[in-house]
Nanobody, 127 residues
């Protein structure tokens, strides 16, 4: 089992920045791919960014490429999402997700591939 706790959400003006953190605990000795997803009311949870266990591979949704950066610190069991140039359409609840993988280079971008989820952190971008 892996427990995930997100933090760092809040209210920010358009053009501003936020950094989300996701702390993992539990079965953290295994290698696991991590991802960020987001959801607004009435819509499906959508992929935002992902990173492999080694950190060597990252992936982003087209809507956030060039603005968001995912990173991880395995010594701290924490993954980060740096969000710059925020837009009102980035407003959502952001969820951290983890999936234990056999290989350190595995990158997962589909919601169904993830086994563990955090409770979410709200991000509101005002215009």
């Amino acid at each position: 089992q892996v427990q995930l706790v997100e933090s760092g959400g809040g209210l920010v003006q358009a053009g501003g920045s936020l950094r989300l953190s996701c702390a993992a605990s539990g079965r953290t000795s295994s290698s696991y791919s991590m991802g960020w997803f987001r959801q607004v009311p009435g819509k499906e949870r959508e992929f935002v960014a992902a990173i492999s266990w080694s950190g060597s591979r990252t992936g982003y949704a087209d809507s956030v490429k060039g603005r968001f950066t995912i990173s991880r610190d395995n010594a701290k069991n924490t993954v980060y999402l740096q969000m710059n140039s925020l837009k009102p359409e980035d407003t959502a609840v952001y969820y951290c997700a983890a999936a234990i993988t056999r290989y350190s280079f595995v990158l997962l971008t589909q919601r169904i591939e993830y086994d563990y989820w955090g409770q979410g952190t709200q991000v509101i971008v005002s215009s």
